[in-house]
């Protein structure tokens, strides 16, 4: 059986700008697509939090940080109008600006 070292060996033979851009190379792939979402995603989205917000109700949502997705559970505590934001206070009462333009998909949920 063969044991050699894999990619260890081939980094000593190449210059330093290109393992570099190899670096970058199998970054790049770890990234999430930005998704595109329709009307009517949006529209059911909006109804989403409006129900939430008026009923109290905790709220899981998806949305776009830094190239990729993440998930908070919450309640909505604040919508800012003026910076396109909502405000969500998990259950460890930490709270998480989200603006609107970042949201993926919102759910009303059951756990809190």
């Known amino acids: 059986m063969i044991r050699d070292r894999g ?11 290109h393992v570099k851009m190899l670096r970058d190379w199998a970054k790049e792939d770890e990234e999430e697509k930005e998704k595109e979402l329709d009307e009517q995603q949006l529209e ?10 008026e009923f109290n109700c ?4 998806t949305y776009r940080r ?5 998930l908070v559970v919450g309640k909505i505590h604040y919508w800012d109008e003026a910076g396109a934001r909502l405000h969500i206070v ?8 989200i603006g ?5 998909d ?3 949920t059951e756990e809190w």
Do not use: C, G
Request: aromatic share 6%; hydrophobic share 45%; net charge negative.
């Open 90 to 97: 998990d259950r460890f009462e930490e709270t998480h600006r």
């Open 44 to 53: 059911l989205m909006n109804e989403t939090i409006l129900e939430a917000m």
């Open 7 to 17: 990619r260890i060996k081939w980094t000593s033979m190449m210059l330093p700008e």
């Open 66 to 70: 830094q190239r990729n997705y993440e």
């Open 106 to 108: 919102a759910r009303i």
């Open 100 to 104: 609107l333009s970042s949201i993926a």
């Open 58 to 61: 905790p709220v899981a949502v």
